[in-house]
């Protein structure tokens, strides 16, 4: 079937094209950025911690004052314990610079790393 003048071969050939570039694209944003970034952990609201962690940081265990117990591994945090009954937070999975951070409500604790050389959206106020 041709397409106005163009070739089967040639439709193909540009759709993946297409793919191949979106492809690439993807890789870069989602590998690209593994320089680190500093983690920020707030209890009450109040910076309780901060700490630069990379791709190389050393695998440890960090146990806070309200009872949750975080595992940092090779620039990710996760919860790996919580006091409170819901255990939402133990469930979200290892996040790194640039996700959504971890959130204990019955804590009032906030984990989270922040990558400061991402651009800042100024209408959010969250890294682009």
Request: aromatic share 6%; net charge neutral; hydrophobic share 40%.
């Amino acid at each position: 079937m041709k397409w106005r003048g163009v070739s089967n071969r040639r439709i193909i050939a540009v759709y993946c094209g297409i793919f191949l570039v979106c492809l690439a694209a993807f890789l870069l944003m989602s590998i690209g950025g593994g320089s680190g970034g500093e983690l920020r952990i707030y209890i009450g609201g109040e910076l309780y911690l901060s700490r630069h962690v990379g791709p190389n940081s050393p695998a440890e265990q960090i146990e806070l004052p309200t009872g949750n117990i975080l595992a940092l591994e090779g620039g990710t945090v996760r919860m790996l314990y919580a006091p409170c009954p819901d255990q939402h937070c133990v469930r979200q999975s290892k996040i790194s610079a640039g996700d959504p951070p971890i959130v204990c409500l019955p804590e009032r604790l906030v984990v989270r790393i922040v990558d400061d050389s991402r651009p800042i959206d100024a209408v959010s106020g969250g890294a682009l």
